[in-house]
């Protein structure tokens, strides 16, 4: 009798197992997460953007806290660090799990702006997929976003101004889509 209340709990415990391992399988596939080992063969050939630990860019924003969180977008989270190495602050874009575009978005931007060195966009840096995270460093630009300074009352811009940013934001697009 002992033997086939052991031999039904363990039954029962495989079942529930496999049961967590098909929903959350189940829940990657949803959400566009697969296990990101086949995307870094791809990113290691040449020159470029520098592949990051996970560590590394924890250490650098001291675990992603709200207080280095400088903006929020359907991407995910975008977080200020220091990279000692370098002696510079940098911008980390943690893609969300959540992500409609997840990994297709952080490939292309790998891949493409990697390979881009315009005068308009921040300069990326490097990127890491470890621990079921994708992330991308860039250049931190200390003055902030645009759309902090066309939107935000303390800091507006003047008309002339607004018409000199309209213009980079014009050749920025056209590098991109034509050069």
Request: charged share 25%; net charge positive.
């Amino acid at each position: 009798m002992a033997f086939d209340v052991a031999g039904f709990v363990f039954a029962g415990g495989l079942v529930l197992v496999l049961f967590l391992l098909w929903k959350r399988n189940r829940r990657d596939k949803e959400y566009g997460q697969v296990p990101y080992d086949h995307i870094g063969k791809d990113f290691e050939k040449g020159i470029g953007p520098k592949k990051f630990s996970y560590n590394e860019l924890a250490h650098v924003t001291n675990d992603f806290p709200d207080k280095e969180k400088l903006g929020q977008g359907g991407f995910g989270g975008v977080y200020k660090g220091f990279l000692r190495v370098s002696n510079s602050f940098v911008t980390i874009k943690r893609v969300s799990k959540w992500s409609k575009q997840g990994i297709k978005e952080y490939t292309t931007e790998v891949k493409v702006i990697s390979q881009l060195r315009p005068r308009n966009l921040a300069q990326l840096i490097g990127w890491c997929h470890e621990r079921r995270e994708l992330l991308l460093v860039y250049d931190f630009m200390p003055n902030g976003s645009l759309d902090s300074h066309l939107f935000k009352r303390e800091r507006l811009l003047t008309w002339e101004v607004r018409y000199k940013v309209a213009q980079g934001v014009a050749s920025a697009l056209l590098y991109l889509h034509e050069e």
